[in-house]
């Protein structure tokens, strides 16, 4: 990839995610963009070649607007998956100290994560939420507001300073970014992979979702998350987006996601690719390539001659 478009503008937590890329790191030029419909647009129309957009927080959840724009619209497929620390600063012009400020900008999320900060330190304060934590510490820079909470990339980018540091809530908070890039077939299996996709049911009926969830569990896939999005048909009617140890390539993978095209009524494959944490999955017996293999030998043994 020679350009990849991220969240931006400058000083986000998503560019940060981004410059651990090693497309980055071998010379692919960044680009800002205001939202990630934008983001993942420029990729759909040839702009960019790939794009960078959280996908979930590990205190906020999933990203829904990433989840609905990969349902739906040009098919495109994840290709790498970034895992970043979420360390909230908050930021003022030099000189400016708690007691001085009247107004916080930030982005709704980052809100979310530093209510009891903001509570404990008892500031006389109004908060008003940006499109982004970048822009809460632009506005600052610019003399609209007393004080931004934003990643701590964004005081170098605007000539802040930290008037107080790490003031997350939750000390381990991490975002999962997945970099986005038009269907070229799925990256490489690793042994350490994850697999992506959204399932629409064929029909609302009792035990619709577990026959989905059984086309994992008999062969041994673990799946690593499960969420329902409204599909905006009519009210009640659900798509499932799944995450899954293991790749397309792998057997048990490969069986599975052929079993949900026979009970639903779509499959989008949304990538096969390397898991952040390099951690390869437990097989239990009788799960490898190779009991499949031998699996299907047996069968043609029994459909040629009985035995």
Same mark, same amino acid.
């Given at each position: ?64 607007? %990433? ?33 001085? &400020?009247?107004? &916080? ?25 940006? !499109? !982004? ?72 009926? !009792? ?80 799960? %490898? ?19």
């Amino acid at each position: 990839m020679h350009s990849i478009a991220y969240l931006g503008p400058a000083g986000t937590f998503a560019e940060a995610a981004a410059r651990q890329l090693p497309e980055v790191a071998g010379g692919a030029d960044l680009r800002p963009v205001a939202s990630v419909p934008a983001a993942l647009e420029a990729v759909r129309e040839g702009m960019t070649d790939g794009a960078l957009v959280p996908l979930e927080n590990s205190v906020e959840g999933s990203v829904n607007t %990433t989840l609905d724009e990969l349902a739906t619209g040009e098919h495109l497929l994840i290709r790498r998956e970034v895992i970043t620390p979420v360390t909230f600063d908050f930021l003022a012009l030099e000189g400016r100290h708690l007691g001085d &400020v009247r107004t &916080v900008a930030t982005h709704p999320h980052a809100a979310a994560q530093c209510r009891r900060w903001l509570r404990s330190v008892e500031l006389d304060t109004a908060v008003r939420l940006t !499109s !982004s934590t970048a822009d809460a510490a632009a506005s600052v820079a610019k003399g609209e507001f007393d004080a931004a909470i934003a990643a701590p990339l964004a005081a170098d980018q605007y000539g802040l300073v930290a008037v107080a540091r790490d003031i997350g809530d939750a000390r381990h908070a991490v975002t999962r970014f997945v970099l986005i890039g038009r269907p070229t077939g799925p990256e490489e299996r690793t042994g350490a992979d994850r697999t992506s996709l959204v399932a629409y049911i064929a029909e609302d009926h !009792s035990g619709a979702l577990m026959e989905v969830l059984n086309e994992f569990a008999v062969r041994g896939v673990n799946l690593t998350r499960i969420e329902s999005r409204p599909t905006g048909e009519r009210l009640g009617r659900y798509c499932f987006f799944l995450d899954c140890e293991g790749h397309i390539a792998d057997a048990r993978v490969g069986e599975a996601l052929s079993g949900l095209f026979r009970v639903c009524s779509e499959v989008r494959y949304l990538g096969s690719y390397p898991r952040a944490d390099h951690v390869a999955p437990q097989q239990r017996p009788g799960t %490898t390539d190779a009991d499949f293999s031998a699996a299907a030998d047996w069968l043609r043994g029994l459909r040629s001659d009985g035995r």
